[in-house]
Structure formats: structure tokens, C-alpha cells
């Protein structure tokens, strides 16, 4: 039977990713990428020894047994894994009873001699491809799932934690063998990285208000005439982006712009956003930003279920409600209520994500009901919504329960802070937690060895990326760091610059513009000076970085900057800290309460799942070759991490009980 890859994806992105994937319970840590090179070891070894009978696992170690089943499946080898409390008398009795070939242990791949009793070993039938077997005071107990079961399996937990592109899951060990080995396959298979914890470890495992953690993603804005000169006018940006996939940032964002040359080769998120997701496999493909009132909700719906499907549930989008009269030929109609467009689109979208249909005119005016394919991988579509100048739009975005993209090109600090504030305020009072949503910042960014040498570098190429914005000037000098009463003095000195000014106040206006970015509002200098700008805007309140770094030099000093920022931005994240920001928990009954008593670091938990006893329900079968069991699944518990745990049908994913087919 072929493994569904689309939900059985283990590892085919990872070679190189360097993202956490598992932390076990003795704290060690292994990257997608390292596990990704042990299944492939595996997968050889494998392959050469084995061609009929069964693999039987029987480490200790978390990672060796999650590598050799990934494995298995991949080879669509029948399994049987068996935990520490199977005794040696088991093993000897399972081997034969499964025609086992060839046993994985802690530390070597060891050839078993053949089973007796047959000539050539019989083949396990494709519904069951996986056994588990763990012994306790009612004696040995046996779960078995095919490939088809694995996959409804994985489909009901991603529907039940409605999965997000930044998730992180707790297992807390105690929760059964059989739970914690699915969910832990379930996890990786989605891209989620997963935390193994004794409960009494669980708090030193979690962010908290003392770490300075952030995320860091790659923006492209840029203003390069050269580029219009260049053969391959997207050569940074496949370049970086293909470094950013491999060396752990979690996006990369491409804006829409129209009839400029000041970010004049992105009119068209999609169409890049398309490209950009079949040469990468692990950064999230994000719009910074789709100005949504230029186009219709079912085109942007249609064009990102596709970008999700090449991504493998990799799409993100940041709506904007655009600024810049003369695009709005695509729709002159929308300008005057663009934003309040813009929030009914945000609305269709997300029906039309969900599978929902939403009523439209056809040719002859009748209102028809329109679904949109193909269907998206991601059950949620992640959104920003890309908020700066009025209050009112962070608090719009936090009503919608979206992330949102901010800047600091015309924002006084002390003004972002407020409205951050406001934005977490109206998330919290429309039923979302705050700390489960991405508050990110477009900074400029080039990071060296030294603030000298990086001022020097940056200094032309930025003030020419300044000039390329005549409005971008002018905001500005209005969001100077100087006092207020400076800063009108700046605008009378200057006057407004659509009215034109003498060339050298021109050059003082762009000297003061470019210190006020390298000073204030860019990720720019040596690895200490840039410390202290994300120490501050982690005060603000924000969470993700989304460094621009086509802002005008070339490329082989970007690349060259990219390394130092790699380096730096390590400083910020979990696999580094060995702390993770948990969104989803698995969990046995026994612990749940503890684990809602931990509020302070589980405070971005969205969903709570919880083990019951009942999980077992064995009937031995003695009508078939050989022993079958049936499986009462449990019913995976969505619940906030801050609300109570309910038991109603409504926030379980139900599974049918399963009972093997005969061999």
C-alpha cells in the first residue's frame, strides 16, 4: 500500500533544516535535518537486508525508535515495536509469531536468524503495517494501526489542534506508549516539532517572561534599478531565500507593488509565491503584504490553495488594505472603503479556506453558492494583517484573531507600544490568546563584524532606497526621534516634499532620514548593537523579526551579511535556549490539572489533548493465523489551556474503532 505523502511527509524537506524536531525527555535535541540523515542511514541498511517478514524495534532510546519506524514506513515494511516492559519471553514469542528478519536495537542493526517453521516467511498483509506492544498489570497489551488507519489518524489530530505554522507540542511522558509514538510521528510528518518532558521538567522546558526569544523571517521590499539591468532579476531573492530554507528562519514574505520601480519586480505575491515554494521546503510563504481590494476574495482564495498544496501546507498570507492611489485601476470602486473591504475579504477567504462556499453573481446575474479546489492542505489559513498608522487597525486585527506585520518607518516607538498593547487588549477581549499570536516588524537588516564598517557599507544604498519613496521621506520626518516640536520644525523647515526643495536640504533631509533607520528602526551594526535593538522591540512586544535585506546592495554582500545574521539571530531561538514556546499538549488525565497549573509558560497552549485509560479496549481474536486486537481509539480533547478540559463530542475528533483485516 502507497503511504500517502502528502500525510506521511517524514523528512522529505529536512536534509539541511536545522529546526529543532525532537526534544526527548533526557533533553536531548535533534534537528529535522539530523534525523533526516538517520532515516536515510536506515532506509539503506534496510533495504539491502530485508525483502519479506517484519522489522522488529526494540530501543530505549525516544529517537532511535521514532528514525527505525519512519523507516519501516518508508520502506513499507510491517513493524513491531515493543517499549521496556516487554520481558525477554515476549520478545522470543513475537519474533516468531511476526517472522521477524532483522531487530533494531540501542545501539546496532542486529541480523536475526530465520524463524522456523517455514520455508519462506509469509508477508504481513498492508493493514498492519505497525505494531505496538507494551506489558502492564493486566498483561501484554497490542495496538495495531495499517497505513490507511495512520492516515485517518493524522487527519483527525490536525483537524482537532487546528494546526498552525508555528506550533510546538508538549508530550508529557506518562501518557500511553502507543499515543505517544502516533503523536509523535503525527508531529514530525507536520512540520511541528516535538518536546518529550517528565511533568516534573515541564516549567524549565517553557518560554518565559525573562527570555529573549525571537523569530526571524526574510522580507523583500526592494528598490534596485540594477536588478532591471540584470539577466536574472530574482537572483537575491532565490539565492537568499534558499539559504533562509535551509538555516532555520520561519518565512519569507514578497509584497505587492504596482507601476514603480521602487519594488517594482514584486507586483504579483502569488506568481512569486508559487516559484518560491517549489525551491524551498521549510520556511512558511507569506504575502508582506497582498493588497487584498485589488483583487476578488476567491482569486486570492484559489491562487493560495495552490501555493499551500506545492508548499505542503506551507501558505500564509498578511492582507493590506493599500495606500497608493493609482493601484486602485483594478478596482477604482474600492479606494474610498478599502479597509473595511479588505476585512469582508479577510472573512471570505477564510470560508471559502475552510471548504465553506460564499453566494456570487454569475454571467446571466443569478447568485450561485462557489467552493473553491483544489482543497488546501492547512486546515487554517495563518493571517497577518499589515497594520502601522490608526490604532483602530491593530484593534481590527486582534477582533479578527489575526497576527499582524508592523513597521517602523513612520511609527514613533513609544506610539507602537501603545498600539500593541491596544491590538493584544482586543485580541483578549474577542476570545484569543494573545500569546498565541505573531506580532512582526519589518526592520532593514544588514549585520557585520563592526558598526563602522557596516555604516559605511549601508549608507549610499540606503539613502538611494529612501529616495526611491518620495512618501517614505516625508513620514519620516514626521516619526522622527526627535521631540515633537522638532519635528515640526523639520516639516516647516523642509515643507511638504511634493512641493519640492532646494537640493541641499534635500541631502540634509535624506542624512537625517538614514540616521534616524540606523539608529532607531533597523536592524543594522555590529552583533551588540543589534542585541540592543531586539532586547527593545522584544519589550514592545514583538515576537517575529521580518528582516528586509534588499535594500539595495549587491548581492554578494548580502549573502555575506546573511552568514553574521544567521549567526546572531541563534542567540534568540529555542534551539539554542533549549526552551520552546509550546501551543499544543498531550497529556494523560493524571496530569492534565498539573500541566494547567504551569499557566505562566504554557500560556500560548491552544489546545490541550488528553490521554484517558479507555484507550484500551482489547478483544482477543482467535479465528484468525494469528492474534488481532480491536482498538477503541480515543477521542483526542481540544480545550484552551486557560479554560476547562471538556469532555463534549463537539471538541473531540471521534475515531472508529479498529479492527485489523485477516492476514
Known amino acids: 500500500m502507497a503511504i500517502n505523502t502528502e500525510t506521511m511527509r517524514f523528512f522529505a524537506h529536512a536534509k539541511h533544516d536545522q529546526k529543532i524536531a525532537l526534544s526527548t525527555v533526557q533533553k536531548e535535541n535533534f534537528t529535522f535535518g539530523e534525523l533526516a540523515a538517520r532515516v536515510n542511514e536506515v532506509v539503506t541498511q534496510l533495504s539491502d537486508r530485508v525483502q519479506a517478514g517484519s522489522v522488529l524495534i526494540c530501543a530505549e532510546k525516544t529517537e532511535l525508535v521514532v528514525i527505525a519506524v519512519i523507516a519501516c514506513l518508508k520502506l513499507k515494511l510491517p513493524v513491531v515495536v515493543i517499549d521496556r516492559t516487554v520481558n525477554a519471553d515476549d520478545v522470543a514469542e513475537l519474533v516468531e509469531q511476526h517472522h521477524v528478519r532483522l531487530s533494531i536495537g540501542d545501539t546496532t542493526l542486529d541480523q536475526l536468524p530465520p524463524t522456523t517453521g517455514r520455508a519462506t516467511p509469509r508477508a504481513w498483509h498492508p493493514s498492519t503495517t505497525v505494531a505496538l506492544y507494551t506489558r502492564d498489570e493486566n498483561g501484554l497489551r497490542t495496538n495495531v494501526f495499517a497505513v490507511a488507519d495512520l492516515q485517518t489518524i493524522f487527519s483527525d489530530l490536525t483537524n482537532a489542534a487546528a494546526v498552525q505554522g508555528n506550533d510546538h507540542l508538549l508530550i508529557v511522558e506518562g501518557v500511553p506508549f502507543a499515543v505517544c509514538l502516533i503523536d509523535t510521528l503525527w508531529a514530525l510528518a507536520k512540520y511541528i516539532p516535538v518536546v518529550i518532558r517528565n511533568i516534573h521538567d515541564v516549567s524549565d522546558a517553557l518560554v518565559d517572561e525573562d527570555d529573549v526569544l525571537m523569530d526571524f523571517s526574510l522580507f523583500y521590499f526592494g528598490s534596485s534599478p540594477e536588478a532591471e539591468q540584470e539577466d536574472d532579476k530574482y537572483a537575491l531573492v532565490k539565492e537568499s531565500v534558499i539559504y533562509g530554507d535551509a538555516h532555520g528562519y520561519s518565512a519569507v514574505w514578497t509584497p505587492e507593488r504596482h507601476f514603480n520601480a521602487f519594488g517594482g519586480l514584486f507586483p504579483n505575491p502569488s506568481v512569486l509565491g508559487a516559484a518560491l515554494a517549489m525551491i524551498t521546503k521549510n520556511v512558511q510563504i507569506r504575502t508582506g503584504s497582498i493588497v487584498s481590494p485589488l483583487h476578488h476574495p476567491i482569486r486570492i482564495a484559489e491562487d493560495w490553495a495552490v501555493i499551500d498544496n506545492l508548499s505542503q501546507g506551507r501558505g500564509a498570507l498578511s492582507f493590506a488594505s493599500g495606500w497608493q492611489l493609482n493601484d486602485f485601476v483594478f478596482y477604482p470602486d474600492h479606494y474610498a472603503n478599502r479597509h473595511q473591504v479588505m476585512l469582508k475579504q479577510i472573512e471570505d477567504v477564510r470560508t471559502l479556506w475552510a471548504g465553506q462556499s460564499i453566494p456570487c453573481k454569475n454571467g446571466v446575474d443569478e447568485v450561485i453558492d462557489v467552493r473553491i479546489f483544489p482543497r488546501p492542505v492547512q486546515t487554517e489559513l495563518p493571517i497577518w494583517?499589515?497594520?502601522?498608522?490608526?490604532?483602530?487597525?491593530?484593534?481590527?486585527?486582534?477582533?479578527?484573531?489575526?497576527?499582524?506585520?508592523?513597521?517602523?518607518?513612520?511609527?514613533?516607538?513609544?506610539?507602537?507600544?501603545?498600539?500593541?498593547?491596544?491590538?493584544?487588549?482586543?485580541?483578549?477581549?474577542?476570545?484569543?490568546?494573545?500569546?498565541?499570536?505573531?506580532?512582526?516588524?519589518?526592520?532593514?537588516?544588514?549585520?557585520?563584524?563592526?558598526?563602522?564598517?557596516?555604516?559605511?557599507?549601508?549608507?549610499?544604498?540606503?539613502?538611494?532606497?529612501?529616495?526611491?519613496?518620495?512618501?517614505?521621506?516625508?513620514?519620516?520626518?514626521?516619526?522622527?526621534?526627535?521631540?515633537?516640536?522638532?519635528?515640526?520644525?523639520?516639516?516647516?523647515?523642509?515643507?511638504?516634499?511634493?512641493?519640492?526643495?532646494?537640493?541641499?536640504?534635500?541631502?540634509?533631509?535624506?542624512?537625517?532620514?538614514?540616521?534616524?533607520?540606523?539608529?532607531?528602526?533597523?536592524?543594522?551594526?555590529?552583533?551588540?548593537?543589534?542585541?540592543?535593538?531586539?532586547?527593545?522591540?522584544?519589550?514592545?512586544?514583538?515576537?517575529?523579526?521580518?528582516?528586509?535585506?534588499?535594500?539595495?546592495?549587491?548581492?554578494?554582500?548580502?549573502?555575506?551579511?546573511?552568514?553574521?545574521?544567521?549567526?546572531?539571530?541563534?542567540?534568540?531561538?529555542?534551539?539554542?535556549?533549549?526552551?520552546?514556546?509550546?501551543?499544543?499538549?498531550?497529556?494523560?488525565?493524571?496530569?492534565?490539572?498539573?500541566?494547567?497549573?504551569?499557566?505562566?509558560?504554557?500560556?500560548?497552549?491552544?489546545?490541550?489533548?488528553?490521554?484517558?485509560?479507555?484507550?484500551?479496549?482489547?478483544?482477543?481474536?482467535?479465528?484468525?493465523?494469528?492474534?488481532?486486537?480491536?482498538?477503541?481509539?480515543?477521542?483526542?480533547?481540544?480545550?484552551?489551556?486557560?479554560?476547562?478540559?471538556?469532555?463534549?463530542?463537539?471538541?473531540?475528533?471521534?475515531?472508529?474503532?479498529?479492527?485489523?483485516?485477516?492476514?
Request: aromatic share 8%; with cysteine; proline share 2%.
Open 385 to 663: 494583517i499589515t497594520v502601522s498608522g490608526k490604532t483602530e487597525s491593530f484593534v481590527d486585527a486582534g477582533k479578527l484573531g489575526a497576527n499582524i506585520l508592523t513597521h517602523l518607518l513612520w511609527q514613533d516607538p513609544d506610539e507602537l507600544i501603545e498600539k500593541i498593547k491596544a491590538y493584544r487588549a482586543s485580541l483578549r477581549a474577542s476570545g484569543f490568546d494573545p500569546a498565541s499570536r505573531t506580532v512582526s516588524v519589518m526592520v532593514h537588516t544588514f549585520v557585520g563584524l563592526d558598526d563602522d564598517n557596516v555604516r559605511a557599507a549601508v549608507r549610499e544604498p540606503l539613502k538611494e532606497y529612501i529616495k526611491s519613496s518620495v512618501h517614505l521621506i516625508e513620514t519620516m520626518t514626521k516619526s522622527s526621534v526627535n521631540s515633537s516640536q522638532t519635528k515640526k520644525d523639520n516639516i516647516g523647515r523642509y515643507g511638504h516634499i511634493e512641493a519640492g526643495i532646494q537640493e541641499d536640504l534635500f541631502e540634509e533631509l535624506l542624512e537625517l532620514a538614514f540616521n534616524r533607520f540606523f539608529e532607531n528602526a533597523a536592524l543594522l551594526g555590529s552583533p551588540e548593537r543589534c542585541h540592543n535593538i531586539v532586547k527593545k522591540l522584544k519589550g514592545y512586544g514583538v515576537t517575529e523579526l521580518a528582516c528586509l535585506i534588499d535594500f539595495g546592495l549587491a548581492k554578494s554582500e548580502v549573502m555575506e551579511s546573511l552568514k553574521h545574521l544567521t549567526q546572531f539571530k541563534h542567540a534568540y531561538s529555542t534551539n539554542h535556549t533549549n526552551k520552546f514556546k509550546v501551543s499544543l499538549v498531550r497529556c494523560s488525565e493524571d496530569h492534565e490539572l498539573r500541566v494547567h497549573a504551569n499557566s505562566e509558560g504554557l500560556r500560548a497552549v491552544r489546545k490541550i489533548m488528553v490521554s484517558h485509560p479507555s484507550f484500551y479496549s482489547v478483544n482477543n481474536r482467535n479465528d484468525v493465523e494469528y492474534p488481532s486486537e480491536a482498538i477503541e481509539m480515543e477521542k483526542y480533547l481540544a480545550a484552551g489551556a486557560a479554560g476547562v478540559l471538556s469532555t463534549d463530542d463537539q471538541h473531540a475528533a471521534a475515531f472508529n474503532a479498529l479492527i485489523t483485516d485477516e492476514f
